[in-house]
């Protein structure tokens, strides 16, 4: 079964400073891995996916972020920050190979300050 | 507009009064789910239907029944709920294909006392 391990619960940060939202997962076959973002009193939406080929995956918003099997990571990262980014996101993983089960991290609230 | 649409959004009941949470989506997904969301628990899943009258378990499926017998609709039926079942619940849809990106229904606010 897969996991998804998300080390920091909050992450208070200044506008235009970047980012990292770090990610960890644990899986003993490959998988594919998401990063969604949830503002206030609103549903998911996804910032981006990483399903296979190049290990930067750019997402919208201007975030991206980087693959790494031999660290089973997928942080995400912004190189500055806007006040509009404050919102709880969420690292998610499913098999490849089946199952048909999403699953997410604990989140990570994002709070940028003037 | 593509959505997935989820009523009612705020609910507030008394334990053992059943109630159905109604989700509809009008992307011609395949793929539906339930998940509820808690404070420091994230999203897990309740149920998932794969198609028209397949259904199956989630990770935190007791107290909660499903049905899927259109494709476009997956109701999420609490036959007796109890305060423990106080929670942000979401429906989501997505197409047949592992990667294919999710779509989220907006939310749904239950409170049970």
């Known amino acids: 079964a897969q996991s998804v391990t998300q080390l920091d619960s909050q992450v208070p940060v200044f506008e235009e400073a970047p980012v990292e939202l770090r990610c960890n997962y644990s899986?003993?076959?490959?998988?594919?891995l998401f990063w969604y973002v949830q503002y206030p009193n609103q549903g998911l939406q996804l910032l981006l996916k990483y399903l296979s080929g190049s290990t930067l995956v750019k997402g919208i918003n201007g975030f991206e972020a980087e693959f790494n099997k031999s660290q089973t990571s997928f942080h995400l990262r912004k190189p500055s920050v806007h006040i509009s980014d404050t919102a709880e996101y969420f690292c998610a993983v499913i098999l490849t190979g089946g199952g048909n089960k999403l699953t997410f991290g604990t989140g990570t609230q994002l709070k940028v300050e003037l | 507009e593509a959505q997935v649409t989820q009523n009612p959004r705020y609910l507030i009941t008394v334990t053992g009064k059943k109630l159905t949470v109604t989700c509809s989506q009008n992307?011609?997904?395949?793929?539906m789910s339930w998940y509820r969301q808690d404070p420091g628990l994230g999203l897990r899943q309740i149920y998932y239907s794969m198609n028209v009258e397949v259904t199956d378990k989630g990770d935190v499926p007791e107290g909660y029944k499903v049905s899927r017998k259109e494709k476009r609709n997956f109701p999420l039926i609490l036959e007796s709920p109890s305060p423990n079942q106080t929670s942000l619940y979401f429906c989501?849809?997505?197409?047949?294909?592992?990667?294919?990106?999710?779509?989220f229904g907006e939310g749904s606010w239950l409170t049970v006392v």
């Open positions: 989501a849809s997505r197409p047949t294909g592992l990667g294919n990106t999710i779509y």
């Open positions: 992307m011609n997904h395949e793929y």
């Open positions: 899986s003993s076959v490959s998988v594919y």
